[in-house]
Antibody, heavy 118, light 108 residues
Framework: QVQVRESGPGLVKPSETLSLTCAVS?????????WGWIRQSPGKGLEWIGY???????YYNPSLNSRVAMSLDKTKKQFSLRLTSVTAADTAVYYC???????????WGQGTLVTVSS | DIQMTQSPSSLSASVGDSVTITCQAS??????LNWYQQKPGKAPRLLIY???NLEEGVPSRFRGSRSGTDFTFTITSLQPEDIAIYYC??????????FGPGTKVDLK
């Protein structure tokens, strides 16, 4: 059974960097698909953050582009998100996901709440 | 940028009712439209992809269709376990992937 699972700090201070990792089990990242992150602010809708492909190519939401970086570690079967200069507006549940068809997100992690607060 | 509007924002229906949600695109988006279900405290779940294709394991009471730039999601016979928020989602050429604002479905 293919699963993805987020991990990382649940509390980040304003102006610092949010870092999350997603562990993939039951599937080889090297086999393909896009891997990425989506977030959901409390009581709000879903916002796409970006994707990384197995080649290392990255695609980011233009609204976050200057602050986002994603990386992929095939040997560790995981991928990561870094979001710099965070503010309270970045407080959200962050989901790592798999996209099997560019736009068809067929696998979601359980989500991890990240709160930005001093 | 393509904008997605979704209506209604919420609805109440009885068990067995047919429920319809509409998602409208600001321009032609071909068949790049998917539907997700999100239950409280859970991650979203893919129900329908490419307008009308049922994801594996999803009950057949969930259906999707298209008429021009209007996309319709239907639950043909609402069940108690269908109480959730439903989102339409569109993908354009990267980097552009957007979700509708969601429709909350409650039991009357």
């Amino acid at each position: 059974q293919v699963q993805v699972r987020e991990s990382g700090p649940g509390l980040v201070k304003p102006s610092e960097t949010l870092s999350l990792t997603c562990a993939v089990s039951g599937y080889s990242i090297s086999s393909g698909y896009y891997w990425g992150w989506i977030r959901q602010s409390p009581g709000k809708g879903l916002e796409w953050i970006g994707y990384i492909y197995l080649s290392g190519s990255t695609y980011y939401n233009p609204s976050l582009n200057s602050r986002v970086a994603m990386s992929l570690d095939k040997t560790k079967k995981q991928f990561s998100l870094r979001l710099t200069s965070v503010t309270a507006a970045d407080t959200a549940v962050y989901y790592c996901v798999r996209d099997r068809q560019l736009g068809v997100i067929d696998l979601w992690g359980q989500g991890t709440l990240v709160t930005v607060s001093s | 940028d393509i904008q997605m509007t979704q209506s209604p924002s919420s609805l109440s229906a009885s068990v067995g009712d047919s429920v319809t949600i509409t998602c409208q695109a600001s321009q032609d988006i071909s068949n790049d439209l998917n539907w997700y279900q999100q239950k409280p405290g859970k991650a979203p779940r893919l129900l329908i992809y490419d307008v009308s294709n049922l994801e594996e394991g999803v009950p057949s009471r969930f259906r999707g269709s298209r008429s021009g730039t209007d996309f319709t999601f239907t639950i043909t016979s609402l069940q108690p376990e269908d109480i959730a928020i439903y989102y339409c989602q569109h993908y354009d050429n990267l980097p552009s992937l957007t979700f509708g604002p969601g429709t909350k479905v409650d039991l009357k």
